[in-house]
């Protein structure tokens, strides 16, 4: 057969991986700044620096433009020669590569302004959610334009973690991202309360799964046994490890969710097929790293191997932990401290960020045809880095669990030990510290690397255009009898993306559907209202804030929760909650009671400066919505969009709406001046004030009926 | 709209469908050759390599002799 002859692009897997480097610069300086934050409080300085901006802007940029682009990377250079082709189109390319680093501005634009759907790791507004969707689609088609016109009629086992990849993150972001706009940056998702905590959590845990694991684990499959020199140990075993990661990992996003108002059974089947995970997880760490069975020798030497070895050990203490922590007792130990923050940050740092390193050492000096500049200094990468990712993780599960065992501490008379939750934060404030101290290792690493290859790239000259040549496939089809299903399946990647398609389309639907449909998951309860206009516009400067970062609104039914909150939370409070807000963390206390707790004046106050109000407090001054005017224009279309997805307010409402806005607005105002605080009654404060006493009101009304 | 989600249960049911079928091939079907891929991702540059002034063999020489 004729041979033909190729090149391979170079310069579009060299764009990545600057972009990988740059943006991962970006995303880890804010990810240190928010850490200081914790320790120097003054350092929100403006509104643009809250930490609730922040920290929105430091995990959309160190996962979707760091790892995305590294994943990217990775795989616009292995697709090409694992599938002997040059990408389907240089210009889809091009459009995938200019495309996702605008949405990345977008992100850096929007986030700080508080421009944010509230909803966690997907807080991009509405036309940045379209333009995800549109650039994700091009990178889908030019994988697959690539894989049709392969020169390989075997798909490797890599290839297979790229397209689910490709198939369940669409399915997710898709699924996740429904929402209705009510302005250019301002949107409200058409789930409610429990609803969209399910939609949520399953898109938030497989954006871990399909984002940050099954593209790197493809990229795995193919940088170890290149970067090794010997095949991977066992491709069967890789085989057995990708299908069943992507049928089980769909399944597991409930555990997000423990002790939640979300419906027991749901919790339950998140808890067993997360527990299930550690068998593929496991599967394929193990894979990984007997890869390198007789070659320890060049582990010792080379620092490429070193950085992936480091790597692969993180996946499987990840993997290991991730399990452990859906079982509901480890849950409720864990759920909402520092212990979640230091374990997916062994994920991210360890995982994600030395896969890619490794990954930029081993490919940067091929594309450009010269040495690493220096080995000397990738070694005193791996270290610093190393050192950074034990200096991160591990005060903070020692924070993690110093804070729940102060949290459920009772005294012999049966009251909270410590009553005061700000004890239980500045506890931690020496662990918060060495954390950051951590992050300053693992950044000045990663300077190090920048320079690296800076310098490298200098010495040498991009091969833009990588000369190759293979024999094109027969059309023949050979099939003959007896043939099995894998090699059927690897010659058809369209049906392979179909079925891919399927199985995770099972575990989210058995899950969704039911939650939907079945009335009694979600009990009514009569006394929950709608918010009033005044409540609304304060919930949504709520969510503008990012107050959720640090704040739940979630009480469990575990006894230390509802003696320091009160009534565990039912999923009948929420169904009026466009987005839900139960947060996931609680660097302050939960606020799913808060309403009533304290008078107009204290939160007044408390946001001036809330250290007046609690002595040796970390939340960030809140003095601009002291003076900022609050935007009234916006009441009737928001009015008129919550009606659209099904609150029962009454018809014509949103034309009152502004008068009902202020009659309450005018309450406040009154009764703050009773307490000697003079404010205009047009102030954003107002709102949040509003919201604030609102929180768990309607509950505690219906126990005053019911109790009467 | 009862009808939608009717169409979404007759889908999963078709998918689960899919998915038996999928197993039963796996657990019928031959590993007739679950090696080669291995290693043939190892030596997919040799052919251009040939063709190189500067191999990547070259590279890894003057990493080496650093």
């Known amino acids: 057969m004729e041979v033909e002859n190729f090149s391979y692009d170079n310069k579009i897997v060299k764009q990545f991986a600057f972009a990988t480097i740059l943006w991962g610069l970006v995303g880890m300086l804010v990810g240190l700044w928010v850490a200081l934050q914790f320790v120097y409080p003054w350092l929100n300085v403006i509104p643009q620096t809250t930490f609730g901006r922040l920290r929105p802007l430091h995990t959309n940029a160190v996962i979707f433009a760091f790892v995305g682009n590294g994943i990217f990377m990775g795989v616009y250079y292995s697709l090409q020669r694992l599938c002997k082709a040059r990408m389907f189109n240089d210009t889809l390319s091009k459009i995938h590569f200019w495309g996702w680093q605008l949405i990345i501005v977008a992100a850096a634009l929007t986030l700080p302004f508080g421009i ?228 997916v940050h062994v994920g991210a740092l360890g995982w994600n960020g030395f896969l890619t390193f490794g990954i ?157 449909m079945i009335k009694s998951n979600i009990p009514t309860i009569a006394s929950v209202k709608p918010y009033t206009p005044l409540e609304l516009q304060g919930r949504d400067i709520y969510v503008r804030e990012g107050c ?73 001054q809140y003095a601009f919505l002291l003076d900022d005017a609050l935007d009234t224009t916006t009441t009737a279309v928001k009015i008129r969009a919550m009606q659209t997805l099904g609150v029962p307010y009454p018809e014509g409402y949103d034309k009152i709406a502004n008068k009902e806005l202020m009659k309450q607005a005018n309450e406040i105002t009154e009764s703050l001046k009773k307490d000697g605080v003079e404010t205009a009654n047009d102030r954003e404060i107002i709102a949040v004030i509003a919201y604030l006493q609102r929180l768990g009101h309607d509950i505690k009304a219906s126990h005053n009926t019911t109790n009467k | 709209m009862e009808a939608l989600f009717v169409l979404i249960v007759a889908s999963v049911i078709v998918a689960v469908g899919f998915l038996i079928a999928f197993i039963w091939n796996v657990k019928d079907g031959q590993y007739d050759d679950d090696y080669t891929p291995s290693v043939r991702i190892l030596f997919d540059d040799e052919v251009i390599k040939e063709k190189k002034t500067k191999t990547p063999d070259s590279i890894k020489q003057t990493i080496t002799n650093q």
């Open chain 1, 116 to 343: 944010t759907s509230g909803k966690e790791y997907a807080e991009l507004e509405w036309p940045i959610d379209i333009a995800i969707a549109i650039v994700w689609l091009v990178f889908g088609w030019n994988m697959f334009g690539t894989i049709l016109k392969r020169r390989e009629r075997h798909l490797y086992v890599g290839i297979w973690f790229y397209i689910a990849t490709f198939v369940t993150v669409t399915l997710l972001h898709v699924v996740n991202s429904i929402e209705l706009p009510v302005s250019l940056f301002k949107s409200y998702p058409v789930y409610a309360g429990v609803q969209d905590a399910l939609v949520q959590w399953w898109y938030g845990h497989n954006a871990v799964a399909f984002f940050l694991t099954t593209p790197y684990l493809g990229l795995m499959y193919y940088f170890i046994p290149k970067a090794a020199e010997r095949p991977v140990y066992s491709y069967r075993l890789s085989i057995i490890h990708f299908w069943a990661l992507i049928f089980l990992y769909i399944w597991a996003g409930p555990h997000h969710l423990l002790y939640t108002a979300l419906p027991d059974w749901a919790q339950s089947l998140g808890v067993v097929f997360s527990f299930m995970l550690i068998a593929p997880s496991w599967g394929g760490m193990i894979n990984g790293l007997l890869t390198l069975r007789g070659a320890w020798d060049k582990v010792r030497e080379d620092v490429v191997l070193k950085f992936m070895v480091v790597a692969i050990t993180a996946y499987g203490m990840a993997t290991f932990e991730g399990p452990m922590l859906s079982l509901k007792k480890i849950n409720a130990v864990a759920h909402f401290t520092d212990w979640i923050v230091a374990h």
């Open chain 1, 360 to 516: 930029l050492y081993w490919l940067i000096p091929r594309i450009y045809r010269t040495p690493l500049y220096s080995k000397k200094l990738a070694n005193v990468h791996f270290w610093l880095g190393s050192l950074g990712i034990l200096f991160y993780a591990v005060p903070l599960y020692w924070a993690g669990f110093t804070q729940y065992l102060m949290w459920q501490e009772f005294t012999a008379e049966g009251f909270l030990k410590y009553p005061n939750f700000l004890e239980t934060v500045t506890q931690l404030m020496p662990m918060y510290a060495m954390r950051a101290i951590g992050g300053v290792l693992y950044l000045s690493g990663f300077i190090i690397m920048a320079y690296n290859i800076i310098k490298t790239v200098k010495a040498g000259s991009l091969l833009e255009n990588e000369a190759a040549q293979a024999a094109p496939l027969s059309n023949e089809e050979d099939g003959h009898k007896g043939e099995h299903w894998h090699r059927w399946i690897e010659r058809r990647p369209v049906q392979l993306m179909l079925l891919s398609l399927v199985v995770v389309i099972i575990g989210g639907a058995v899950e969704m559907i039911p939650t939907f």
């Open chain 1, 548 to 620: 959720y970062t640090c704040h739940s609104q979630m009480v469990r039914p575990l006894r230390f929760d509802t003696e320091r909150y009160g009534e565990y939370s039912k999923a009948g409070e929420f169904v009026y909650d466009h987005p839900f807000q139960w947060g996931s963390k609680r660097t302050g206390p939960d606020l799913a009671r808060v309403g009533g707790k304290y008078p107009h004046s204290w939160h007044y106050n408390h946001m001036l400066d809330p250290t007046s109000m609690s002595p040796g407090s970390i939340m960030p």
